[in-house]
């Protein structure tokens, strides 16, 4: 026997065990108590039981039924003394031993009616996993419903999906007249309301959880009440979904009453609590459906549009080179394409069309921030047509079943890896590709084995020169270059200004690599409202009606923003300063009032280079200084969307980038030469459509042998700290 290492015991104290105390088998000190009278019949029965189960599996094999029973007598034999003993000695059971299965219902003909049983035998408690090879907790609960007298259903997520194997069973237990009661929630808005209106319809009665602060009903169990006393409970992880049914990695308790009544009856007894307080209200499609749409924790509430998503000739050409390229034996591929022309819409359709040709389709769609996500998400849903597709993994927000999400770089890498099963997920996505370069990425690159990657970017080349294509076999597999899009009539003309400022940021720290000093800059440009007002003049100038405007202004620091807006506002432009740091419900606030022409110049930091899509705006305001490219045509794209009516963009742009004397710096050759040839193999076709515009106070491209509206943006044109 091993040694009795230090530790918890609830063990009777026995001769054997005592004389191993003696003995000295113990390396510790050992702690006893009396044995309560309380605790006497389970504590006694549960040693005999142990002492008898060893005693009868020594028995042949041949003989173990017969003389097992035989020992059963002897001991009930024993055991019957007092008042009680006949009806001990009553539970003896028979020679030869038999097993009572069933007690079936009489038919109307006088015939047996067929007892159906679980696949579980009524004793067992078991741990179902869903693993190859072992029974589905959906097939389980499945072969319950028929023997169960009463059903009591506690969920936190209930779809149509789940009840749709169930339901036959469902329907066939209520007609009998057996009752269903039904306890869930809307917390997260994950539960339909179809899937609520179809157990209704079967007859369930279903009660609701409105609270979603404090309670947060999170429980999932079923238990099936036998009036025979068998009653079984599963406990566990799975919601009452398809996927958490039948495929999802989920942990589920079945317990029996037979072996655990105490757990039986503690089930029984908290859901019973749970139906009778006022906070479970019987369920109605009206209130339910106003409390989803207020519950925003999980995912953008989501509305479908009745107008289907349909691509573009330009988008299907991108999405058949990409096709090619699978066929030809491509599983990892680049869709590079501009700003503004629909990359996640064609990866949600390149998605959709992908779950018809894969045996199985988990999503995982990565991006480095929650707007990104939440829109990518309401994307898919709608190129879906399902309102209830995906789950986010990002902030508070955890997925449930890891068949479809829309996570974080960050989150992914909080959580360490270690569990992921590099094949779990069958198609990735990589939102803004150009980020891959990172530690964070590249852990999770190199960890995953999907059958199709996507990578998506406007802009592939990287200001620090690290290549992003050694992810892709050195290919891009379908592109579409900001210049060309134009040339297409994908994205609005434009036409762009340099504005000379007078700024001198000779003395401004300057480090390769990050740039300006940001306190450095900052103090410069809001030390006094000069060259606030010298902006704000340029922009009355080029704009044609300051009224109309929807500008975007791109700032150095959280200060300067502010400092912009106040600027502004005191000289009669609506205009407001937004920052990663503003609440939510400001931010989103913010860009519908933009949208909706309650403010003209929405000031920002570090909030709108990319992925995220803002209202239509017709101006830019570049008021930062950049040696980076691709900063810059970030920053460009948000004004080149096209909508019915649009004007043509109007860039005011403001940054470092020009002398005084009118002559550019090197930094800034670099900039324009790049602004001009990196969305374009062929660099001539960028001039043919811009060529320098000089005046005494402004260097520019203007657009050439076009009506476009003219784009005002200010390009500061400070002077640059000389660099050896």
Known sequence: MPPLRPGLYEILLTELLSQRLADGDASGSPEFEELRNAEAADRLALHIATVVERAIEALPERERARLGARIARELIAHAAIGAKASALTAESPKDPPQILRAIRTILPDGSAAVAETPLIPLLDTTLLTNAPGEPRVGHQLNAEIASAD??????????????????????????????????????????????????????????????????????????????????????????????????????????????????????????????????????????????????????????????????????????????????????????????????????????????????????????????????????????????????????????????????????????????LDPEHFDVVIFDEFHHAAAQTYRRLLEKIRPRELLGLTATPERSDGVSILEWFDGRIAAELRLWDAIDQHRLTPFAYYGIADDLDLREVPWTRGTGYDVEGVTKLITSTDVWARRVLHQFLERVDDVGQARALGFCVSVAHARFMARVFGEHGVRAAAVWADTPDHEREQALRDLAAGRLNVLFSVDLFNEGVDVPLVDTLLMLRPTDSPLLFLQQLGRGLRKAPGMRSAQCSTLSDSIARSSDMTDGTRRCWAAAACLYSSRSRRAFRFFRPAVTSSSIGWQAVGSSRTTVTPFLGCGRRRQRH
């Open 150 to 419: 009463r059903i009591d259903v506690v969920m936190a997520f209930i779809r149509r999906s789940g009840i749709a194997p169930l339901r036959e069973s469902l329907r066939r237990h209520v007609e009998n007249g057996r009752p269903l009661r039904v306890l869930t929630t809307v917390y997260t808005g994950s539960t339909e309301s179809s899937a609520l209106r179809m157990l209704r319809e079967l007859g369930a009665d279903v009660r609701v959880s409105y609270d979603t602060g404090a309670t947060r009903l999170h429980a999932k169990a079923w238990l099936f009440h036998r009036d025979s006393g068998f009653s079984t409970a599963y406990v566990g992880s799975s919601n009452l979904t398809h996927s958490a049914q039948v495929t999802g990695l989920e942990w589920n308790v079945r317990v029996s009453a037979a072996r655990n009544r105490g757990v039986i009856e503690k089930i029984a007894a908290v859901f019973e609590s749970y139906w009778a307080t006022p906070e479970f209200e019987p369920f109605d499609a009206a209130r339910f459906a106003d409390a989803v749409t207020a519950v925003s924790s999980r995912g953008p509430g989501i509305t479908l549009s009745p107008i289907e998503i349909r691509l573009d000739p330009f988008q299907e050409r991108l999405l058949e080179q990409i096709e090619l390229a699978r066929e030809q034996g491509h599983h990892r591929n680049l869709l590079v394409s501009a700003t503004g022309t629909g990359k996640t819409v064609m990866a949600a359709v390149d998605y959709a069309r992908l779950r018809k040709t894969l045996p199985r389709a988990r999503l995982l769609f990565v991006a480095h921030r929650e707007e990104i996500l939440r829109q990518s998400l309401a994307t898919f849903a709608h190129a879906l047509r399902d309102a209830s597709f995906g789950e986010l993994w990002v902030g508070g927000n955890r997925p449930t079943e890891f068949e479809h999400v829309f996570a974080s770089i960050q989150s992914l890498a909080a959580s360490g890896l270690a569990t």
